[in-house]
């Protein structure tokens, strides 16, 4: 059943508007599989109605509205079943802004997404859901919504750690075939706290300035995005701050140190194997300024990488919350 591959990209353009579109063409429009489509007709009864030569299927404007609500309903984190009904009932063609919001169907469903979120906050549902179905667009929306709303803290705590920790989990128990998702949906996030902004008031020209928080990766560290999600926050409070992202060598963090003469430095280690205690120690005796009035950083480590023994002067913050309210305790004096 359905069309061959050649059928597909030829209908992309060799259909009328009236005839309908393609499987194909109509994936490709929503961002989703022409196999997502033909499972959703088969579970949901949300198919088209014409079906050429009684085989292959053709889309009319009132099918893609329908399926255009679906994909907005299910990004949203309304389960697939609840979502093709609530798109059956009212794929008429009223206009997007006058439509019921994807929040009026939340409540009448407790079903959980394709990803092991448990009891999980409903944004992490919506999100899981388009990230397992590659679709970026709504990933990327959702994100930045989700940080628009909340900030970057509670957009990370709550909704964007909690679903990679479930695409996580499903490339464990999934062997491979979970690797893209995991890798589309840190690839924005990433984009999203790259685009994260300060407070509307800024701080006025009487405030006492302060030098940044430097934030960077130990050598050897690829994983920053916690870092990135820091890095956002300090932005968002207003704090200035400059990062280095992964793998810094020692000599060129150094020579940052001396130059910036920061307030302090996040020296972040995800495994053992990269936590550099030598390196931190020798950053939190780095100084500089006058001979008499000399003064050194405070460090702070971050990450799951210094698990273990204390090092003495330093601080080590839980989490993100936590290390913004000791950052912004540091710059208030």
Request: a positive charge; one cysteine or more.
């Amino acid at each position: 059943m359905g069309e061959s591959g050649s059928d597909q990209e030829r209908g992309a353009g060799a259909v009328s508007v009236d005839a309908g579109v393609t499987t194909g063409a109509l994936a490709r429009r929503l961002g989703v599989s022409p196999t997502t489509l033909r499972s959703w007709d088969r579970r949901y009864g949300v198919g088209p109605a014409v079906r050429s030569d009684g085989r292959h299927r053709r889309w009319t404007p009132h099918d893609v509205a329908m399926l255009e609500e679906m994909c907005r309903l299910t990004s949203a984190g309304v389960p697939p079943a609840e979502a093709a009904r609530a798109a059956k009932e009212g794929a008429d063609p009223t206009p997007a802004e006058a439509r019921p919001p994807a929040d009026a169907y939340r409540s009448r469903s407790k079903a959980a997404g394709p990803l092991p979120l448990g009891d999980a906050r409903q944004e992490c549902k919506g999100l899981a859901r388009a990230a397992v179905r590659l679709d970026a667009p709504s990933v990327d929306d959702q994100l930045t919504s989700l940080v628009e709303r909340h900030g970057v803290v509670v957009g990370w705590e709550e909704v964007m750690v909690p679903t990679l920790h479930a695409v996580g989990r499903k490339w464990e128990s999934a062997g491979d075939r979970y690797v893209e998702v995991e890798h589309l949906l840190s690839w924005h996030i990433s984009r999203v706290l790259h685009r994260a902004s300060g407070p509307t008031d800024p701080s006025g020209p009487d405030t006492p300035p302060v030098g940044p928080v430097v934030l960077a990766c130990v050598p050897g560290e690829q994983h920053c995005l916690p870092l990135e999600a820091l890095h956002a926050g300090l932005v968002e409070q207003g704090l200035p701050t400059r990062m280095f992202g992964p793998a810094v060598p020692p000599e060129a963090l150094t020579a940052a140190v001396r130059r910036l003469g920061p307030l302090a430095v996040v020296l972040w280690s995800q495994t053992r194997s990269t936590a550099d205690r030598p390196l931190a120690r020798h950053i939190a005796a780095t100084s500089w300024g006058v001979k008499g009035a000399r003064r050194n950083p405070v460090v702070l480590l971050g990450g799951p990488g210094w698990a273990g023994r204390p090092e003495q002067g330093m601080l080590r913050p839980p989490g993100l919350r936590d290390a913004l309210t000791t950052l912004a305790s540091l710059a208030a004096g």
